[in-house]
Structures are given as structure tokens and as C-alpha cells.
């Protein structure tokens, strides 16, 4: 039921207004057919008719004019061929597809689900609508597209994901969607990590495509999905801040960058400069900040973190005394370690001038 929603959204009148307004304002006189080649939106000087045969997301030239249809609506849109009209249609169609099928009570009954707004009789409605329990484990995990050649998020989980139990796979945008996970038995937020690990794998080796993916935490009623989604829209925003190379995050274990990210930009860059002031950018290097991150990153362990950075022991002994010397923290002591790594830290909160 749920593939409905953006396999079959529809472009209606209603929608169109919304666009014309930026339509009209373009240079490129833009046409519009709905995906059964009925002219919605411009106009045609001559006798040109939409090619049906195009797939979702496919262009053509016909007689010096460019056509292509949406991903999601299936509209067509038209415009006159140049260098620069394909990038034009493109973002005509992303435009069409961002509002379409939108209005739907399914869509909107879902959505009402995650933000937490939906009143009582509305939730008994959708459990009886999907067959789904109200108590149980459950979470939210935000699967959001790094690089997708194919432009569609929900259309690629769909075939990734096999949705098992009480799943539900919700469509947000183009690139975002959230998966209810119903979780049964003891399952672990370990689990849960192995298992968007494994979807991570998979997308990038079958499809190409690379997801960043955030996990609400557990929640034991329906009615509480909306936290765990809160939880995990948090953890990607703080995450892409803090932990940049990661791709997965788990709200529940983040209390390091939770922390961080809640001081305030004015406090974070007051302290930030303590040690990262102008005095000491020559000390700071790239190659000095990579060198002391990876030793914190080996549990102040000497010997790995030579290893790991291929240089002799008796090197990075002599940077951290360096550090030692021109900052007055020894590193290879925990109090001033953890003291250096939420000093550095501070400058996701606040960019330093």
C-alpha cells in the first residue's frame, strides 16, 4: 500500500498553482503534461505532443525540444533545447514531485504519526489500516541519500528493504525516507546498528547508493514514535557535525556530541580559543591536529597510534611534547586529553574567525 504514495502521486491543479508563480518567472518557457500527456501548465505553439513512451526520469530531443518526465508524478515537462534546458526540466521536475501526492490522507496520516500530532482516533485508525499492534518495541531510522545516481530513495529501499513484522517505510523526501522498525525478542541497539550497516553495504553495492543513517531510540507504544524520530532527526544533525566520517549514528550513544552540540556558539567559541587562538595556528597544523586526534583515538596508546600513522615512536613523542609546551596539556594524561578533545570539539559549535 504504502509504495502507492509516490508510485502513484498524482500533479492536480491545486499543486500547479503553487508552481506557476515560479514557473512564470523564469526566462525557459516551461510546459507541463500530467503523466497522461494532458497539457496542465503553458502552452504549445505548435502541434507536439508529449512522448508517452518516456520512462520516469528519462529525457529526450523530439524536433529540437527537450522533454522529461518526473520520478514520482510521471508529469512531463517540456522546453525548447539548449545548454542549459536540461538542468532546467531537472529542477522542474524535482519541483513537481516535491508537491505531488502530498495531500494524500494516507500521507498525511503517516506524517501525523512521526511528528506526534495525530489524535487518538486517528491512531486507532491507522492501526486497524496497516494491521499493527500498539504496544511493542519499535524505532525510527532515518535513512538519508549522500549520493543517489538514480534520484530516489524510497523507490531504491523498496527493493533493498524487505520490510518484515509491523515495518513501516514513510517517504519524507525524494532523498530521505524513515523506516518503523518493528523490532521482536531482545533485540539490541547493537542489532539495530549491524543491521543499518548491512543496508549501507548493500545499497552501495547493488544500487550505488550512499546512505547516512540516524537511530531513534527504543520506544515500547506506537504513540511514541514520534520521540524516536525526533531522536534520530537530532542524531543526524549532530552527527554530520561531530562524527562527519561516520555513517552510522545512535542517538542513545551519543552523550559526548549531545553535550557539545547543546553549548551555547558564543560559550564554545570563548573557550575554543583557549588553545586554538591565532598564536598557536603554527603549532596547529593539519598534520599535528590529525596526529594528536588519532593518538586520542587509540586510547593514548603510543606504540599503536606510531603504527597507525606510519611514523617512529620517538616522532610523536616529540609533537606531543610540543603540544606540552606551547599549551600546557600533556596529552598523554586522561585529564588534559579529555580537556584537549572538548576544546577542539568546540568548533562545531562555533566556527572560529
Known amino acids: 500500500m504504502l509504495a502507492n504514495l509516490y508510485e502513484e502521486a498524482a500533479v492536480d491543479s491545486k499543486h500547479i498553482r503553487r508552481l506557476s508563480g515560479i514557473f512564470s518567472g523564469l526566462d525557459a518557457s516551461l510546459t507541463v503534461f500530467d503523466k497522461n500527456g494532458m497539457l496542465i501548465y503553458g502552452s504549445i505553439t505548435k502541434t507536439l505532443s508529449a512522448p508517452m513512451q518516456l520512462s520516469k526520469g528519462e529525457m529526450c530531443v523530439i524536433e529540437g525540444v527537450l522533454f522529461m518526465r518526473a520520478e514520482n508524478c510521471g508529469a512531463i515537462v517540456m522546453l525548447k533545447d539548449s545548454d542549459s534546458a536540461k538542468d532546467c526540466v531537472k529542477l522542474a521536475c524535482a519541483l513537481l514531485d516535491s508537491v505531488s501526492?502530498?495531500?494524500?490522507?494516507?500521507?498525511?496520516?503517516?506524517?501525523?504519526?512521526?511528528?506526534?500530532?495525530?489524535?487518538?482516533?486517528?491512531?486507532?485508525?491507522?492501526?486497524?489500516?496497516?494491521?499493527?499492534?500498539?504496544?511493542?518495541k519499535r524505532c525510527a531510522i532515518l535513512l538519508g541519500?549522500?549520493?543517489?545516481?538514480?534520484?530516489?530513495?524510497?523507490?531504491?529501499?523498496?527493493?533493498?528493504i524487505p520490510l518484515e513484522g509491523e515495518d513501516l517505510l514513510i517517504p519524507i523526501t525524494a532523498?530521505?525516507?524513515?523506516?518503523?522498525?518493528?523490532?521482536?525478542?531482545?533485540?539490541?541497539?547493537?542489532?539495530?546498528?549491524?543491521?543499518?550497516?548491512?543496508?549501507?553495504?548493500?545499497?552501495?553495492?547493488?544500487?550505488?547508493?550512499?546512505?547516512?543513517?540516524?537511530?531513534?531510540?527504543?520506544?515500547?507504544?506506537i504513540n511514541m514514535v514520534s520521540k524516536s524520530y525526533d531522536e534520530a532527526q537530532k542524531a543526524?544533525?549532530?552527527?554530520?557535525?561531530?562524527?562527519?566520517k561516520q555513517s552510522v549514528y545512535i542517538y542513545d550513544n551519543m552523550y559526548f556530541e549531545r553535550l557539545m552540540s547543546e553549548i551555547p556558539p558564543d560559550t564554545a567559541l570563548k573557550y575554543h580559543r583557549l588553545i586554538f587562538s591565532l598564536d598557536n595556528m603554527r603549532l596547529f597544523t593539519p598534520d599535528m591536529i590529525n596526529t594528536v586526534n588519532t593518538f586520542?583515538?587509540?586510547?593514548?596508546?603510543?606504540?599503536?597510534?606510531?603504527?597507525?600513522?606510519?611514523?617512529?615512536?620517538?616522532?610523536?613523542?616529540?609533537?606531543?611534547?610540543?603540544?606540552?609546551?606551547?599549551?600546557g596539556l600533556d596529552v598523554r594524561r586522561f585529564k588534559d586529553a579529555l580537556v584537549f578533545k572538548m576544546l577542539y570539539e568546540l568548533k562545531n559549535c562555533a566556527k572560529p574567525e
Do not use: C
Not at 547493488?206 to 547516512?212: L, Q, S, V
Not at 603504527?307 to 616522532?315: A, F, G
Open 236 to 244: 543526524i544533525q549532530i552527527g554530520a557535525a561531530f562524527l562527519p
Open 296 to 327: 586520542l583515538e587509540n586510547d593514548l596508546n603510543i606504540a599503536d597510534t606510531a603504527r597507525q600513522l606510519y611514523i617512529h615512536r620517538n616522532t610523536l613523542v616529540y609533537r606531543l611534547d610540543k603540544v606540552q609546551a606551547q599549551t
Open 101 to 136: 501526492g502530498k495531500d494524500s490522507d494516507e500521507y498525511l496520516s503517516l506524517h501525523k504519526l512521526l511528528s506526534g500530532d495525530m489524535p487518538a482516533h486517528e491512531l486507532k485508525a491507522l492501526i486497524s489500516r496497516y494491521r499493527i499492534s500498539e504496544k511493542g
Open 175 to 221: 532523498y530521505t525516507v524513515v523506516l518503523v522498525k518493528w523490532l521482536q525478542g531482545e533485540t539490541s541497539e547493537e542489532d539495530i546498528a549491524d543491521y543499518a550497516n548491512a543496508v549501507i553495504e548493500t545499497a552501495l553495492l547493488e544500487e550505488g547508493i550512499e546512505f547516512t543513517i540516524a537511530i531513534g531510540g527504543i520506544v515500547d507504544n
Open 145 to 160: 541519500v549522500k549520493q543517489n545516481p538514480y534520484g530516489n530513495a524510497a523507490k531504491a529501499l523498496k527493493k533493498l
